[in-house]
């Protein structure tokens, strides 16, 4: 079984008395490539800075290897980062920013000098040592604070947003190389992100984060297929969520409809949550749908089509390959293990009581 | 019309240049006169320059000018850097205050600094003298230390100093290998800076100095109470051309510095 590296207990924090993070209880396991997902201000970048040791949490404790590290600066915690804007120091060139940390621990210059072309090889910059690091481009720059950060052998290494500032193309060849870079590394990332794309890319685990609480930790197939809440499912992918009763187990209905599904354990005729994503709705002429509704748009998106179906009582989003002419009636079929129920989450009345 | 224009706006400029420097031109001028005449043009002579270096009392001040103004350039350098360094690290709402009350000073008339300088060090019982011109010109040095360094901890990038730290560094080690070589243009900008005024200034050496300590601001006035030597001319000169030179040094280093940050 995987070994537990980090622990957060009951950690919380606030600023200026306005609390960011509730009470977080998380395990990350050695050589785990964990991800914090959530929208700005859920509390991500707090809890990575605490764990860099950038933070001391307001209340709770912070584990490291079974020891309590609350109060270790960061200096000595076995933990690296990159930074957000990488956070280079343009005073130094490509080389001596990646021997920044082993000049710091006063490594033989032979050891230095083999470590630093190790590392520049790891990250594809060989070459680049004598480089200016204000010359190069923002992926040459993210790829020498990565190199930076491993080359004083981190057991953890941390990563705020770090792809961020990139352009498109360079952030899906960076996912797919900060995950080859992990394997290779052999060590735990600790990745924090607001892209859902990103997170179930890369991710081993996948932690979503809102309004400094955690909804769901998982895998990312558990977070994309099974979301526990509606929050969950809302921020990953898109989803079409509206209200229904759980008359008994595999009994639902919603859309003016009753339907078979695959979830239990409902209280007899419990208000829930049902969550569809788009792609599972399949459109058929209406005679053959199970419901029905009126085309009211439709959008070229590349892959497929985003239509949107309003069926008087609620508004649909489906995906699919083949188009449907606005203003016309469409029927919609659903299999029974598309549908999703959730239990009426507290976050989502909340939400809707702001 | 176009070049009348022209000339116009040519000619104001040269009318206004001319009102600020023709006093300074005369001055250089009568310095080089061979005739002891404040009127008369009596052939080029070196005399005032050569009177002026063999003059013991002069000489003096110019030693007690250089030792002032290196020393409290140095001391305000580093006591600035680190006051712009922890005012940086500061939240917004206590750094805007402390930043404002930092630069009342520079805002302050002269002769209101000098007066309570003098008046604070009589009351504290510290001697005028050296010393306490010192601590004088440290005084209104540091603000404009403060002032040159802070733009350039902006600019930093805000996670340098926690990078360092993260890759090992404690914090005062982090200061000295990441922080001050990012900010160093501006600590030296500063230092300079601060150099120029403490030869500049003439009011508050003149409270807070003492008997026999003079500068060379204030030997110039005493000697010229009793008579304008042409041998003032030649020291005027002087002291004006190393401080011309000493801004065009400081406006050289910033144009670079921005345009550094602008590419």
Known sequence: MAKELIRLEKVSMAYDGEEVLKSIDLTINDKEFLTLLGPSGCGKTTTLRIIGGFETPKSGNVYFDGVRINDVPPYKRRVNTVFQRYALFPHLNVAENVAFGLRVAKRPKKEINERVSEMLALVGLRGYEHRDVSQLSGGQQQRVAIARALAVGPEVLLLDEPLGALDLKLRKDMQTELKRIQQQAGITFIYVTHDQEEALTMSDTVVVMNEGTIQQIGTPIDIYNEPQNAFVADFIGESNIVDGVMHHDFDVSFAGGRFVCVDKGFAKDEPVDVVIRPEDIDCVPESEGMWSGTVESIVFKGVHYEILVDSGDARWMIHSTDPQTPGSRVGMKITPDDIHIMHKSDAKVWEEEK | ?263
């Open chain 2, 1 to 263: 019309m176009k070049r009348f224009v022209k000339g116009m706006k040519g000619a104001y400029s040269a009318l206004i240049f001319l009102f600020l420097y023709a006093p300074i031109a005369v001055m250089i001028t009568f310095s080089f006169n061979a005739s002891k005449s404040r009127g008369t043009w009596g052939g080029f002579s070196l005399k005032w320059y050569i009177e002026l270096f063999g003059d013991a009392r002069i000489m003096q001040a110019l030693g007690n000018t250089l030792f002032i103004a290196i020393t409290a350039a140095l001391l305000a350098t580093i006591i600035g850097t680190a006051a712009a360094i922890g005012i940086n690290a500061m939240r917004r709402v206590p750094q805007g205050i402390v930043m404002n009350v930092s630069y009342l000073p520079v805002l302050n008339a002269d002769i209101v600094t000098g007066v309570s300088l003098l008046i604070l060090f009589v009351s504290v019982g510290i001697p005028l003298g050296r010393i306490s011109l010192l601590l004088a010109h440290m005084t209104f040095n540091i603000p404009y230390v403060i002032l040159s360094v802070m733009p350039k901890l902006k600019q930093m990038n805000k996670h340098a100093y926690e990078a360092a730290l993260d890759l090992g560094c404690t914090p005062l080690s982090a200061i000295v290998k990441v922080v001050l070589p990012e900010i160093m243009p501006g600590v030296v900008t500063g230092a300079i800076l601060a150099f120029t005024l403490s030869i500049d200034d003439f009011v508050i050496s003149f409270f807070t100095t003492g008997a026999g300590v003079g500068t060379l601001s204030t030997e110039i006035y005493s000697q010229v109470r009793r008579g304008v030597k042409p041998s003032m001319n030649a020291l005027s000169a002087i002291m004006f051309v190393v401080v011309l030179i000493l801004l065009i040094v400081i406006n050289i280093r910033s144009s670079k510095d921005n345009r550094q940050a602008s590419k």
